[in-house]
């Protein structure tokens, strides 16, 4: 099976799908969801630099974040926890395996990006992680198939709604459960739709905002592992 290589050209800042279901209080969330981007937007916004001509795609902070020490749960059941984090350059994107756009199209052009770096040592790449922030779908084999499906050396994590909140809060990620059908029980899942960079260190250090230019994340990604 070929890997999805397109990006579809979003421009919001979160996952937006719904299917066919009932109207009633649709505005109200859309509404709230927005809210709750654009408030994650400015507070990233106020801390995070302006790209130089150093960088094609990076949004750098300043001074790069500390992240607090959460537990999280690999596909395969192992606990991953702040400390997974240490020792590699790591790409964080949190979505979930029923997003029809955003998730696929984010995680085919990382893909891409972990391809076009072609002859580097495999520890020396950026490690790959998608969280999951719709545990109730998104448990074990399925998660890593989903994963897997784009390149095998992603790793997928996801915990409970505690679990996820202590993570998500700090690197200032929003997520919005939408009421699910009546008919069918399927529920849409908003969520932020920037892949954000982690050091070596577990220190939040930037992002890539959607929608992602394999090329730039590449030549960008070449010069993050050159920083030390």
Not at 55 to 61: D, E, N, P, V
Request: glycine residues 6%.
């Amino acid at each position: 099976m070929k890997r999805r290589r397109n990006g579809s050209g979003y421009n919001t800042p979160m996952c937006r799908y719904s299917p066919i279901r009932r109207q009633d209080g649709r505005v109200f969330l859309l509404a709230i969801t927005a809210i709750l981007a654009l408030v994650a937007g400015l507070i990233f916004a106020n801390s995070v630099m302006q790209r130089s001509a150093d960088w094609r795609a990076a949004q750098l902070f300043p001074t790069p974040r500390v992240i607090a020490d959460f537990e999280l749960e690999t596909a395969t059941g192992e606990r991953f926890s702040r400390a997974d984090l240490k020792g590699q350059w790591n790409l964080l994107f949190f979505g979930f395996t029923n997003c029809p756009d955003v998730c696929p199209d984010t995680l085919a052009m990382l893909a891409t990006s972990m391809d076009q770096l072609g002859l580097m040592r495999r520890e020396e790449k950026p490690q790959v992680i998608f969280v999951s922030v719709d545990p109730e779908r998104d448990q074990g084999e399925l998660l890593e198939d989903y994963v897997n499906w784009f390149n095998a050396d992603f790793l997928a994590v996801t915990g409970n709604e505690a679990q996820l909140q202590a993570l998500t809060r700090q690197l200032g990620v929003v997520y919005f459960r939408e009421a699910p059908d009546e008919q069918t029980g399927f529920y849409n899942v908003d969520h932020s739709a920037s892949v954000l960079i982690v050091d070596p260190e577990a220190r939040l250090f930037g992002r890539f905002a959607h929608p992602l230019v394999p090329d730039d994340v590449t030549a960008d990604l070449f010069q993050l592992t050159r920083l030390r």
